[in-house]
């Protein structure tokens, strides 16, 4: 019980580190921000697959009623980070960004008899970004000049207890339980060249606080004594999230700098969609894995607020066609020679994926950015005196967002996540 203490407080301590935005993403200033997928280090190198995944050395929480597989005897936890360089381009001009994140810290262990209990920090969106634009009024040679500043930040993140259990043979069922919690804030700045024009500032905000809940199933069918294919099914509770989302309204007049401020707000005016998943995982001779993944995100249905303003008129009001529903589509796979091997290469897991998601976001009259993903990892074994069980997991993504006549984004990352797997729960005999 005090190591598992120990492995709390250690998730505990990347909150602060986890609360830094991963992203530079203009993409990020619409809605939540960015989606971060929410998958951890080993199903990352195939793409984010991981609906139908269930093995005893991996910590699975994209469907909880893995949780049940989770070897009797070890105490895993898993921590991942990301290093990414983006390139934005955009009528012919370029330009780079680093960022580097810690993205979750998740633990798991054997509560009894076919029941697994996992719980941990993982992020659910992600905001990041500060950029300007300059244009004049009228002639491009006499017209006056402004800028349109926007800055953003913040993000939701979630902790989560998740148990899962096997009633019946090759039958899992699971829950996770989350309490989520940030914020996010998306400025637009208007500074103008006259000095007689006052400077206004627009900020949409809200700070979250509130549950998600998270339901799976999965069933194991043997096709032969070598083929396994296990079907998983998710499930996301959408609710109305008690916060009411604010619109500031900053005029700073030219002459005196005094400001003048409205206030806008919307009583409850947030919600989480429900969010649907289904998957296959095929096994053969637990050395071939491959999977597929299909999730809706019901976006649809949610409403987002908006300020409108059109002369002396202003309003901030709930918009019916903010979202639009999310496709994702995840293929991936993992090949081991032979997990149990006394050799390291042996025991090297090889993993690949794709995946491609529609956008959730409208942006004016035209769809959000879509997302292509390409994957490709490996599972390394850690090899020592004392442990030959814990896996370090390292992969290389590349990401492309891009939304008609607007931004390209390519992005390469690498992640890396350790999976410390150790046997806390055996019982040693001596002689």
């Known amino acids: 019980m005090k190591k598992i203490i120990i492995a709390a407080i250690v998730a505990?301590?990347?909150?602060?580190?986890?609360?830094?935005?991963?992203t530079n993403s203009p993409y990020s200033q619409f809605g939540f921000g960015e989606l971060t997928g929410e998958s951890s280090g080993f199903n990352r190198g195939m793409g984010g697959v991981g609906i139908g995944f269930s093995e005893g050395n991996q910590v699975n929480y994209l469907n909880p009623a893995s949780y049940s597989k989770l070897d009797s005897l070890t105490f895993l936890f898993d921590a991942g980070l990301s290093l990414q360089l983006t390139n934005f381009e955009e009528n012919g001009k370029r330009l780079n960004a680093n960022n580097a994140n810690f993205d979750y810290a998740v633990a798991g262990?054997?509560?009894a008899k076919h029941v697994g209990v996992s719980f941990g920090l993982i992020p659910f969106t992600q905001i990041g970004y500060n950029y300007s634009t300059v244009n004049r009024l009228g002639s491009q040679q006499q017209g006056m000049q402004y800028s349109n500043t926007y800055v953003g930040?913040?993000?939701?993140?979630?902790?989560?207890?998740?148990?899962?259990?096997?009633p019946l043979r090759n039958l899992s069922l699971g829950v996770n339980a989350a309490y989520m919690w940030g914020d996010y804030s998306h400025s637009l700045i208007n500074g103008y060249s006259d000095t007689y024009v006052n400077a206004i500032t627009k900020t949409l905000s809200a700070e979250v606080r509130t549950y998600d809940v998270n339901f799976g199933l999965q069933y194991t069918a043997s096709l032969t004594k070598k083929?396994?294919?296990?079907?998983?099914?998710t499930y996301g509770l959408g609710h109305e999230i008690s916060t009411d989302p604010e619109c500031s309204i900053v005029s700073i007049n030219a002459q005196t700098q005094?400001?003048?401020t409205t206030h806008y707000s919307i009583s409850k005016g947030l919600r989480l969609p429900h969010t649907f998943g289904a998957g296959l995982f095929w096994s053969h001779n637990n050395k071939w894995k491959i999977?597929?993944?299909?999730?809706?995100?019901?976006?649809?249905?949610?409403?987002?607020?908006?300020?409108?303003?059109?002369?002396?008129?202003?309003?901030?009001?709930?918009?019916?066609?903010?979202?639009?529903?999310?496709?994702?589509?995840v293929l991936g796979g993992e090949y081991c020679k032979n997990s149990?091997?006394?050799?390291?290469?042996?025991?090297?897991?090889?993993?690949?994926?794709?995946?491609?998601?529609?956008?959730?976001?409208?942006?004016g009259q035209n769809d959000g950015p879509k997302e292509l993903s390409v994957s490709a990892g490996?599972?390394?074994?850690?090899?020592?005196?004392?442990?030959?069980?814990?896996?370090?997991?390292?992969?290389?993504?590349?990401?492309?967002?891009?939304?008609k006549g607007m931004l390209k984004e390519n992005t390469f990352r690498i992640c890396i996540g350790i999976t410390f797997n150790e046997r806390w729960f055996q019982k040693w005999k001596f002689e």
């Open 12 to 22: 505990a301590s990347v909150l602060t580190a986890s609360a830094q935005s991963g």
């Open 109 to 111: 262990f054997r509560a």
């Open 153 to 166: 930040n913040g993000g939701l993140r979630k902790v989560y207890v998740g148990v899962g259990w096997e």
């Open 227 to 233: 083929d396994k294919l296990t079907l998983g099914l």
């Open 258 to 260: 005094v400001a003048d």
């Open 291 to 329: 999977g597929f993944d299909y999730t809706l995100q019901k976006w649809a249905d949610v409403k987002f607020p908006e300020f409108h303003s059109s002369g002396e008129q202003s309003s901030f009001t709930l918009s019916n066609d903010y979202f639009s529903n999310r496709h994702k589509f």
């Open 340 to 363: 149990l091997s006394r050799n390291f290469f042996g025991r090297l897991r090889y993993r690949a994926g794709v995946s491609y998601a529609t956008p959730y976001v409208n942006i």
């Open 378 to 403: 490996f599972g390394i074994p850690i090899v020592n005196s004392y442990n030959n069980r814990s896996i370090l997991n390292v992969s290389g993504q590349w990401v492309r967002q891009e939304a």
